[in-house]
């Protein structure tokens, strides 16, 4: 914990919207600025070191994702030492908004980039696409997206239909098509599972020269959640903010995949729906040898009949 950052591990769970939005406003008053945009967004900045990052969540997303409903920047704060600005939105706006546009034309103008020495943006799904979207405010920031989607315009994606009710958005305007707001950035990395075919999509259009895609494969269409399950997501942003991310750092984190439940069912699933006998009974034997898992098991041993009865053969353990 930094000196004199006590009051950030307040906890805010369990409070009305009203009530938990003034307390937030006062813990970043207390420590840097609060500043409401509109009825639908407000935003918070902690002043603390050299390296900034800024987040965009929901309301929603920080009350289901910490159990003190903080924004997930408050660990980096008190255990790093960053900057951190949160860019806050009441559910799903993709932060398409004239006051947001102008919040970021006002922090331009002021320089405020410059005084730090590694900004980091981040957010996901949504906030994904904020955080590729803003970034441009700050050249050579870093910027790291999980699910992002390029843009809701139909006339580029109307083969998403998850968001109809969104289509009304403009992104066409400034901020708008997020894989050219990345031009500027340092490196930007976009963390999704190919999987998820329309998550994949989005993904694609995102191939530029400083942008790493990181596939996730099994995580499902919550890779986030998974990352935090994970213990993950604190150690990107750490090595993002540092500058020492890379496909082989992610990669070598990502191992933690092998004891998340989600994914080894997830796993499990698609071998079973392209009946792969032995690569289900290597993934079972694995499985049930590190974790108690009563399914794995059970599929296991039905793995070792069939093999009894010659339909394939399971090779001994090395």
């Given at each position: 914990?930094?000196?004199?950052?006590?009051?950030?591990?307040?906890?805010l769970s369990g409070l009305k919207p009203?009530?938990?939005?003034?307390?937030?406003?006062?813990l970043a008053e207390a420590h840097g600025m609060y500043q409401p945009l509109g009825d639908k967004h407000f935003t918070t900045f902690i002043d603390q070191g050299n390296t900034l990052l800024v987040t965009f969540e929901t309301m929603q997303g920080i009350h289901n994702l910490s159990?003190?409903?903080?924004?997930?920047?408050?660990?980096?704060?008190?255990?790093?030492?960053?900057?951190?600005?949160?860019?806050?939105?009441?559910?799903?706006?993709?932060?398409?908004?004239?006051?947001?546009?102008?919040?970021f034309d006002q922090l331009i103008d002021d320089g405020f980039f410059d005084e730090?020495?590694?900004?980091?943006?981040?957010?996901a799904g949504p906030c994904g696409y904020a955080a590729a979207?803003?970034?441009?405010?700050?050249?050579?920031?870093?910027?790291?997206?999980?699910?992002?989607q390029a843009t809701l315009d139909p006339r580029m994606t109307e083969?998403?239909?998850?968001?109809?009710?969104?289509?009304?958005?403009?992104?066409?305007?400034?901020?708008?098509?997020?894989?050219?707001?990345?031009?500027?950035?340092?490196?930007?990395?976009?963390?999704?599972?190919?999987?998820?075919?329309?998550?994949?999509?989005?993904?694609?259009?995102?191939?530029?020269?400083?942008?790493?895609?990181?596939?996730?494969?099994?995580?499902?269409?919550?890779?986030?959640t998974r990352l935090i399950e994970m213990e993950m997501l604190y150690h990107i942003l750490s090595l993002a903010g540092s500058?020492?991310?890379?496909?082989?750092?992610?990669y070598k984190l990502f191992r933690a995949r092998r004891n998340n439940p989600f994914f080894l069912r997830n796993l499990l699933g698609r071998l079973e729906r392209e009946d792969r006998g032995v690569l289900i009974a290597l993934l079972c034997r694995n499985v049930t040898e590190r974790m108690r898992a009563p399914?794995?098991?059970?599929?296991?041993?039905?793995?070792q009949k069939r093999a009894e009865n010659g339909e394939f053969t399971i090779p001994d353990k090395r």
């Open positions: 914990m930094q000196d004199g950052l006590e009051n950030l591990d307040e906890d009203a009530q938990w939005k003034a307390r937030l406003a006062a159990d003190q409903a903080q924004p997930l920047g408050f660990d980096l704060v008190k255990n790093l030492g960053w900057s951190h600005m949160c860019v806050v939105s009441d559910g799903d706006t993709w932060f398409r908004d004239e006051r947001i546009y102008g919040f730090f020495d590694n900004v980091l943006f981040y957010g979207a803003y970034s441009v405010a700050s050249p050579g920031a870093t910027v790291v997206a999980v699910q992002p083969w998403d239909d998850r968001f109809a009710e969104n289509r009304r958005l403009s992104f066409t305007d400034r901020y708008g098509y997020a894989p050219d707001m990345l031009d500027a950035a340092g490196q930007a990395f976009v963390i999704y599972d190919p999987q998820e075919r329309l998550d994949a999509a989005h993904a694609a259009l995102f191939a530029r020269r400083n942008v790493t895609r990181l596939r996730s494969s099994h995580m499902g269409d919550a890779v986030q500058g020492k991310l890379s496909e082989a750092a992610f399914r794995f098991r059970r599929r296991l041993e039905e793995m």
